[in-house]
């Protein structure tokens, strides 16, 4: 358990969001391109548990960056044979709760599955929101194995696509038991044609824990307490607040690796600041907001009947508590054993280099 927590939190070296300075925001655009065919069983665990850390390293390597994430799927019959079995799953965004949450649905192994990698790569060139900003870094991050057939019309005119909006392509190539030689050509011609480079990965097929750590255990209450102090406001504050409760559901299916780094990014100034939207309390530590323009129909049931000056001694009495869950956090986490000797993610190589 300490190695685990050690790789965060060394890795990411005690996020810092607190940079008085203000640099340009440079926009990064990635796109995660998932075979999720019965050939990539345990694919979706790295990637669902290694989602926090990817932002945490973002964000810290890259104070203020504008980080737009967006997630493709393909080769699993309920993705539909009339989209040649690919779903988007997220088009690009900064909220990364829906990411998350939408994560947390897919299962982790299949039987069997179609795998129409062309289509996907195609798809995720096409389909998605990308800018038309010069700056912007674009990438995108293809995980899977199987045949590439390189003659596809779908495969060339996504490289085409991706050569004329300067969209660098990944491809990883997942190890199941071993790799297949003839199957890796199409991967690193991809990756030539777009600038992108060849990888491969070993897939793990971990298994569910079934039951947190003791302190896993202690984070979880510590964060339990801290969803209780959100207090929605907006149109859409209900399924934000929701949002971000789904991305938490079943912790004990991932890796306690998903808890410490997501945790670790709720207590940040990023978070807080997007979470204004819809959120009071977080709203609040920006400036202090016109209680008297609230709907009360946007607020929980049991802060409809508030009158303004109510409200705000009720907001203030849970800014007070969230302050202190805060803190508290804080301290757990620099508490922890930083003895044990760092072990290093297989996916960092692959990701966090390109997120730097």
Known sequence: MAKIILIILLTLSFLSFTNNTAPVKKRKEVVFCLDLSGSTNGLINEIRDNLWRFINFTYRTNPGADLRIGIVVYGRPSFGAQNDYVKILSDLTDNYDYLSSELSKLKPNIEAGEQRMPSAIYSAC??????????????????????????????????????????????????????????????????????GRFNTFSLSQRSPSYRLSIQAETLKKLNDNLNSTYIYYSKDGDDRYNMMLNAEQNLTMFDELYLYSRCMYKVSESYEQKCATWDIISLMKLYMPDLTAVNPAYLPKDFQQLSPQQLYEKTMRIKQKRNKIISDIKIFYSKLNLNDTMNINPIDTIVLSQLR
């Not at 674009?138 to 060339?156: A, H």
């Open 126 to 195: 096409k389909n998605l929101s990308w800018s038309n900003e010069t700056n912007s870094k674009k990438i995108i991050f293809l995980f899977g194995n199987g045949i590439v057939p390189i003659s596809n019309n779908n495969f060339n005119k996504a490289c085409k696509i991706a050569e004329q909006n300067n969209i660098a392509i990944f491809p990883v190539y997942c190890i199941q038991k071993k790799i297949i030689l003839r199957e890796m050509p199409g991967y690193k011609i991809l990756a030539d044609r777009t600038g």
